[in-house]
């Protein structure tokens, strides 16, 4: 076995537990590590198959201590999930294989099919893929499981928003009394609760060729719950907001109701809904900027996203309506 990548290697116990899953005459041949991530550790797995063909998995594993705590709940309903999607308009990875509790291997893991494309989050192109993005959206909140995944949690509160270094203190005080309020009534809707660029895969065509632009992909599947499809609209919109500007942000609620997402009915409703996620990535910013810079966005540094958080914030409550 070759790595293609000093950080591509798997830990020995994972790899005799990644063995016993491969088909007869099958053997892995390469790992590579895969970038971009937050919580968990991602590896490629080249496979070569008894017939002299080669196929990839994906290993994912929670290294981290504190994810590692989390991992059990985390894997076990990110393996659920992936079979849930099965054969759905919602391309996924494949479940092969969980150790959610590391009873075999190393650390928890999931082995996985591997899905084609890459994740873009490059500006060049935004406009062609923000529809796009959307359009998935729609789809996943289309979806009616059997069993509902557990409620959403919020990822903060009110009294536990800290704003960044040179924020505008006074909209940020703003906002933290809209998101003071309770929680405007909603709709449920099968969420990904994590759904951004990061997790979305694209086959992208060549420059100029936007018509064959598509979406291969929706990964990362930990958080997936059931609430308001305006908790989903608002994690991409931060997230476009600081990968390209508020202005991409703001934009990302309109292409959702241009796909035929249904948002919350009123202004007040979408805005609560939407600050509950921006005030959330405060105190989290240089771990959210850091594997944006990993994978090429240098200028992204942690002062560069929280000027745009900045930025979003004020621009979400000074919109009109």
Known sequence: MTDQDAAGAVRPLTLA????YLKAGERIVG????????????RRLAIATA????RLLVLRTFADPFFADHAEDMLTREAGVLALLMGTAVPTPGPVAVDPTAAQCEYPSLLMTHLAGRTVLEDRGLEGRVPLLARQLVAIHALRPAERPREYEA???????????GADAAAWAAA???IRRPPPPYEGRFLHRDFQPGNVLFDVPPPGDRAGLRI???????????????????????NLAMLHGPA??????EAY???GGMPAGTASERLYWLLLDALGFAGQLERVARPWQEAGRTELTTRAVEARLDAYVTALLDKPG
């Open 17 to 20: 537990w990644v063995r016993r």
């Open 31 to 42: 790992t590579e590590a895969l970038h971009g991530g937050i919580t968990a550790e991602m």
């Open 51 to 54: 017939d002299g063909g080669t």
């Open 155 to 165: 990822w903060t509160t009110a009294d536990a928003v800290v704003p960044p270094d």
């Open 176 to 178: 933290a009394d809209v």
């Open 216 to 238: 291969t992909g929706v990964v990362d599947w930990v958080e997936t719950s059931w609430g308001p499809a305006d908790l989903d609209v608002a994690h991409c919109s931060t």
């Open 248 to 253: 991409w942000g703001l934009r990302f609620s």
């Open 257 to 259: 109701e241009e796909a």
